[in-house]
Structure formats: structure tokens, C-alpha cells
């Protein structure tokens, strides 16, 4: 079944060590993004991309890193100048416009 | 910038009442919109859009919501509520300018509580 993979569920890191989050799909979409989600915050969106090898920062970019290599992958990196890493990680894809997006199952970070 | 509120961010019914949640939104042009589901841990699961045409639109579930112009709102209702709806509930705006390529602003969701 085609879907996006988010890996792993749970990961735990010191404070000051960069982790990276994996984000796969097989839905053949074109676009996808990374959000970040807070209780009572809602969503807030860190980067987005339209096409491989090509990206563009959302609301709350500073202190994470993407990279879009392969149309399939859009892994993203949360750096050591994150203020406040911890919180649920959600991607998600679209195949273009006027479609809404899918969504991973999520993964949780946490830093100790 | 677009935006999206959701006034109630808790709202607890019993089984097999009705359910309504409130949606506004704010968006220079003809809005798209949606209505996601996310259970506790879990990714968040469209429920149905709107993008024109008829201003009352069914989605999954049971779900349907009502798109009204004059009033900014897109609110989501369901006639009778199970106790497997309980979940968390976000609205959200399509921004389809320029290179936004069709990037969602979400409000800050609404926690839904089935009383049996």
C-alpha cells in the first residue's frame, strides 16, 4: 500500500547533539512538508518542498535543516540551535494543489 | 497571511448527540479548506475539502461541514456522534499563491470527548 514513513516513532536525544528525522513516501507526490505540532498549538510549519532539490522555510524554521535529494525523501534535521526541541514531528506529502495532504503516523522527540 | 481559528479547544457530547465545531478563517481570496482527524500519537487523517461549487460538503465518517462566505466559517457537524470520534479535530486553509504550492495554515484543533 503507498503511504509515508516516518522513522522512528520515538527517539530520544542529549541536548546539543543534531538528529535527524526520516520522511519516506511511495505516493508519487510531488510536494512535501515537515510540521510541528505542540499541545495547544496546533500545527506550525517548518519547510516545505515543490520539487527535488529545492526547499523553502515555513513559519518556524530556525534551527532545522532539509534536504530533498530524491523525489521519495524529505528527511529533516533538527540542530543543536533548536531553543526547544521536544515536541511531535509530523510530514506529509501532496501530489499538487487542491488535494490536501497525507500524513505520516509522526515521530516524537524528545531531548534530555 | 492567512489564518484559522477554532474558538473551542474543548468540547465533550454524549453518544449520539449532535456535534458541531466552529472553524474561521481569514484569506484574501477563495479559500480552500479542510477538516482533519487525529487520533492520540497518530498522524491526522483528512475528513473532507472544500474548494467550490456546492457550500455543504460530506466527508467520511458521517462528517460534513458547511462553507459560508458571508460569515468566514467552515464549521464541521455530525447528527448523532459515536464514541470512536473521540480524537482531536484541526481546520485548515490552502494557500495556493504564488510558490505557496498549496501549503496548509492549521488552527490549534479541538479536543472532542464522547461521553457513553
Known amino acids: 500500500d503507498g503511504g509515508i514513513t516516518q522513522s522512528p516513532k520515538y527517539l530520544f536525544r542529549k541536548e546539543g547533539q543534531n538528529v535527524t528525522l526520516s520522511c519516506e513516501q511511495n505516493?508519487?507526490?510531488?510536494?512535501m512538508y515537515w510540521y510541528r505540532q505542540d499541545p495547544g498549538q496546533g500545527l506550525r510549519l517548518i519547510y516545505y518542498?515543490?520539487?527535488?532539490?529545492?526547499?523553502q522555510k515555513g513559519d518556524i524554521a530556525e534551527g532545522y535543516s532539509v534536504s530533498r535529494e530524491k523525489k521519495e525523501s524529505f528527511p529533516l534535521t533538527v540542530t543543536s540551535a533548536q531553543k526547544n526541541p521536544t515536541a511531535f514531528y509530523l510530514c506529509a506529502s501532496s501530489p499538487g494543489q487542491l488535494y490536501g495532504y497525507t500524513f505520516g503516523s509522526g515521530t516524537r522527540l524528545t531531548v534530555v | 497571511a492567512q489564518s484559522v481559528t477554532q474558538p473551542d479547544i474543548h468540547i465533550t457530547v454524549s453518544e449520539g448527540a449532535s456535534l458541531e465545531l466552529r472553524c474561521n478563517y481569514s484569506y484574501g481570496a477563495t479559500p480552500y479548506l479542510f477538516w482533519y482527524v487525529q487520533s492520540p500519537g497518530q498522524g491526522l487523517q483528512l475528513l473532507l475539502k472544500?474548494?467550490?461549487?456546492?457550500?455543504l460538503v460530506q466527508g467520511i465518517k458521517g462528517f460534513e461541514a458547511e462553507f459560508k462566505r458571508s460569515q468566514s466559517s467552515f464549521n464541521l457537524r455530525k447528527p448523532s456522534v459515536h464514541w470512536s470520534d473521540a480524537a482531536e479535530y484541526f481546520c485548515?486553509?490552502?494557500?495556493?499563491?504564488?510558490?505557496?504550492?498549496?501549503?496548509?495554515?492549521f488552527g490549534q484543533g479541538t479536543i472532542l470527548t464522547v461521553h457513553p
Open positions: 505516493l508519487n507526490h510531488d510536494a
Open positions: 472544500y474548494f467550490s461549487g456546492d457550500t
Open positions: 485548515a486553509v490552502g494557500d495556493y499563491g504564488g510558490t505557496s504550492y498549496g501549503k496548509l495554515t
Open positions: 518542498s515543490q520539487i527535488v532539490n529545492d526547499f
